[in-house]
Antibody, heavy 121, light 110 residues
Framework: VQLMQSGAEVKKPGASVKVSCKASGYTFTGYYIHWVRQAPGQGLEWMGRINPNSGGTNYAQKFQGRVTMTRDTSFNTAYMELSGLRSDDTVVYYC???????????????WGQGTLVTVSS | QSVLTQPPSASGTPGQRVSISCSGSSSNIGTNTVNWYQQLPGTAPKLLIYSFYQRPSGVPDRFSGSKSGSSASLAISGLQSEDEADYYCAAWDDSLNVFVFGTGTQVTVL
């Protein structure tokens, strides 16, 4: 099982960024893909998840209206797009996999390597 | 500010047992399962414990998890130098409708 993320990005404030997460080694549509972010030296923050089978999403309220999670089952790839970038969006973004179960029993058994997004004018 | 509180640091000498607490509430740990993740410097988190005490294959049985009420704990027995890392608890919160991570604990092997 591997989750391979796209490379580092540098964006200007107000711009958007789209990070990809390519899955291999398992049935892509059989597991949720979650997005978790981490500011330098800080803790982990869950952003939301997508069901690659249905395309259904569930976003953390903090990111509602700014984040869009999509997938392309032809390429076994999930995407996370964040708009209206601010300086505090300068963090590492991770994708992670969980079984398709109730939220109360989620766990993330495989993670991508992380993508650093730097927001700077 | 996370709703799952962990001590910022813990330490021990090689071979000792170290325990890390994770304090939550009835809307998260009290109702839902808890996971523990290990994050080595500069790397992605790794799942250590899920559903309170289950270990994924490949995780040594030196790592164990438990729950009591609205709190959970991770114990590392036979501490080794490679256990130096940050450790996070995590659970779904029914009130906030968000998956929450703990504040994190940095483990140092003296």
């Amino acid at each position: 099982v591997q989750l391979m993320q796209s490379g580092a990005e540098v964006k200007k404030p107000g711009a958007s960024v789209k990070v990809s997460c390519k899955a291999s080694g398992y049935t892509f549509t059989g597991y949720y893909i979650h997005w978790v972010r981490q500011a330098p030296g800080q803790g982990l923050e869950w952003m939301g998840r997508i069901n690659p089978n249905s395309g259904g999403t569930n976003y953390a309220q903090k990111f509602q209206g700014r984040v869009t999670m999509t997938r392309d089952t032809s390429f076994n790839t999930a995407y996370m797009e964040l708009s209206g970038l601010r300086s505090d969006d300068t963090v590492v973004y991770y994708c992670a996999r969980s079984p398709i179960v109730l939220a109360g029993t989620w766990y993330f058994d495989y993670w991508g390597q992380g993508t650093l997004v730097t927001v700077s004018s | 500010q996370s709703v799952l509180t962990q001590p910022p640091s813990a330490s021990g000498t090689p071979g000792q047992r170290v325990s890390i607490s994770c304090s939550g509430s009835s809307s998260n740990i009290g109702t839902n399962t808890v996971n523990w993740y290990q994050q080595l410097p500069g790397t992605a988190p790794k799942l250590l414990i899920y559903s309170f005490y289950q270990r994924p294959s490949g995780v040594p049985d030196r790592f164990s998890g438990s729950k009591s009420g609205s709190s959970a704990s991770l114990a590392i027995s036979g501490l080794q130098s490679e256990d130096e890392a940050d450790y996070y608890c995590a659970a779904w919160d029914d009130s906030l409708n968000v998956f929450v991570f703990g504040t994190g604990t940095q483990v140092t092997v003296l």
